[in-house]
């Protein structure tokens, strides 16, 4: 069974600097896609950055970055320019085919002003 | 509406009551999903709905949960004998069901509270 582990529970960054949010995940699929979400205190599920697991290539959105090491089964996400706005709980999920999303259990992020 | 929609937005009853949680995906959305965050925790996953097909029920932790939805759009969490441990936040997400890189949309939830 595919299964998602976020080994933070917690974390802080100040303001400003960079953080690196740790994903590993475990599947038989060669096929497949993993996000992240963000939950900040609105409770509102945000999607925040997707990666297609053929893809070699880095998903980028603005600020927001991944490392995806496809043979270490290993999806990290980083922050960079941290702001308040981005305190929240991160998932990492996973999704393979047409079969529900696996989240993992989450990172609390706390941005230190 | 543009986004998934929750009703009620917090529902608080006695141990023992029925209650119905509603979700209201984005229109168009062919798969639909529950799920269940107790405070501070991660999401728990309930029930799968994707188009006709049967759902994947194997995230229910009993008999006393269900769901159904209807006409392949609102989609209803029914919890009967309510108990304390019932007591969490409960969302719902929907997504276009035409290829698994696209993510799910969630609404606000629906706090339940179990007195």
């Known amino acids: 069974a595919q299964t998602v582990t976020q080994s933070q529970p917690e974390m802080s960054v100040q303001e400003a600097e960079t953080v690196t949010l740790s994903c590993t995940y475990d599947?038989?699929?060669?096929?497949?896609?993993l996000f992240w979400y963000k939950q900040p205190p609105s409770r509102q599920m945000i999607l925040v950055i997707r990666?297609?697991?053929?893809?070699?290539q880095n998903a980028t959105e603005n600020r927001f970055s991944v490392n995806f090491q496809k043979a270490a089964k290993s999806f990290s996400l980083k922050i960079s320019d941290s702001q308040l706005g981005d305190a929240a709980m991160y998932f990492c999920a996973y999704r393979s085919g047409a079969d529900k999303i696996i989240f993992g259990k989450g990172t609390r992020l706390h941005i230190l002003p | 509406g543009a986004g998934v929609s929750q009703s009620p937005s917090n529902k608080v009853t006695e141990k023992g009551k029925d209650v119905e949680l509603r979700c209201d995906p984005i229109s168009g959305h062919t798969a639909l999903y529950w799920y269940r965050q107790s405070l501070g925790q991660g999401l728990e996953f309930l029930i799968y709905?994707?188009?006709?097909?049967?759902?994947?029920k194997s995230g229910l932790p009993s008999d006393r949960f269900s769901a159904e939805r209807t006409g392949g759009s609102v989609s209803t969490l029914t919890i009967q004998r309510t108990q304390q441990e019932d007591s969490a936040v409960y969302l719902c997400?929907?997504?276009?069901?035409?290829?698994?890189?696209?993510?799910?949309?969630f609404g606000d939830g629906t706090r339940l509270s179990i007195l």
């Open positions: 599947t038989s699929e060669s096929d497949y896609y």
């Open positions: 997400a929907s997504s276009s069901g035409t290829g698994s890189f696209q993510p799910q949309h």
């Open positions: 990666q297609e697991a053929y893809k070699q």
């Open positions: 709905f994707q188009g006709n097909s049967a759902p994947d």
